[in-house]
């Protein structure tokens, strides 16, 4: 096995590595998603009506570790503090920045697979066709089944690359909108906890 031959195969080594991570990432993001926003909404229920009161959220509930009880809990915590209200804003905006963070993680990974894939789709197939092209210059054109064998190999990478870079689109796209309706859940909950009038 030559050089070309064997940064070829590595190639598709690396495209069945990030459509593994792409689909890990997506089931990881959608467990988180749908976990937080069963939480958000519970939370927002219970504190339904003009008190917003958060005196009807259970203790065991605040047991909970996903985004919104753990914004739930910082947010009490700053308002019990009977601190100024400008004091309360500024931590308020730092409590929604360190959840929002929380909440778009790994979704960078998703994004650069949908950019990497069809590189490196392309790197595949020019290194299959040079390969190929290396194999007709040292044996001739004795072969035409082998040669057609191998272009094939090298066009199967770029259809490849495109396939998961499709795939993680879509996928992408779908989990950036349930990041913002999570975060916008996320922005009312600490409104109303944070409002200076209750």
Not at 11 to 19: E, I, K, S, V
Not at 171 to 185: A, G, P, T
């Amino acid at each position: 096995m030559n050089y070309i031959e064997l940064f070829h195969n590595l190639t598709f080594y690396a495209m069945y590595g990030a459509a593994a991570l792409a689909v890990f990432v997506i089931i990881e993001r959608q467990i988180f998603y749908m976990t937080g926003r069963r939480d958000a909404s519970a939370i927002l229920r219970l504190m339904a009506g003009t008190a917003n009161d958060a005196t009807r959220i259970p203790a065991a509930f605040l047991e909970r570790k996903s985004t919104p009880v753990q914004l739930l809990r910082e947010a009490l915590q700053s308002r019990d503090a009977k601190l100024a209200p400008a004091r309360v804003e500024d931590l308020s905006e730092a409590i929604y920045l360190s959840s929002r963070s929380r909440v778009i993680a790994r979704l960078w990974i998703l994004d650069t697979i949908v950019t990497a894939a069809p590189l490196l789709g392309l790197v595949g197939t020019i290194l299959g066709i040079i390969d190929t092209f290396a194999v007709l210059a040292s044996s001739g054109i004795s072969d035409p089944s082998g040669v057609s064998k191998g272009i094939g190999t090298a066009l199967y990478a770029t259809a490849l690359g495109i396939s998961i870079a499709l795939f993680g689109l879509l996928f992408y796209n779908f989990l950036r909108e349930c990041s913002d309706r999570l975060n916008d859940q996320l922005k009312e909950l600490l409104l109303r906890i944070t409002d200076p009038s209750h």
